[in-house]
């Protein structure tokens, strides 16, 4: 009897720990968005390019900042890439509304899908009606998306 109980209590230790271990992975949640509370898949129908890199990553985050704030109002959310890679995406409404739910947030993100779909890019590849924002951003070498209202939820999109 004593031996089930040991195990049972390594068992209920090892699981502790590898929740545990899991969130300290993610050290921007509590600090950026609140905790995740939905999280999906996105199989990429795009592969990384081959000069995908940080740079490449930051430069994209610079470039959408910088169209923000050539528009005459206030932008409705930050976008930014964090990791020791600028692996990880977010984007975080900045507003009550607009990312009130992630409907909302959905939303944005087609709103994104129709921005990439316009560019040089996926007109030169001839992708324009196929891929996505989320394709954009894995041929960039984001490995995840992060969308939050800052304030009650967080959704993570694994790019795969």
Sequence with gaps: MPRRI???????????????????????????YPPITSEETYH???LVMD???RQTRIGF????TNGQKHQKYAPSFAIFAKGEEAEKLIILGLDEDSF???????????QMTASARGSTLFRNLAVE????FFDLAKMLGFIQITVSDG????HRINLR
Excluded: C, P
């Design 6 to 32: 040991l195990l049972t209590a390594l068992l209920f230790w090892l699981v502790l720990a590898a929740q545990h271990s899991a969130r300290a992975e993610d050290r921007h949640e509590g600090y950026y």
């Design 44 to 46: 990429a129908r795009a």
């Design 51 to 53: 000069n995908a890199s």
């Design 61 to 64: 985050i610079v470039a959408q």
């Design 100 to 110: 009130a739910t992630l409907y909302r947030a959905r939303g944005m993100l087609a």
């Design 129 to 132: 009606d196929l891929f996505t």
């Design 151 to 154: 304030k009650s939820y967080a």
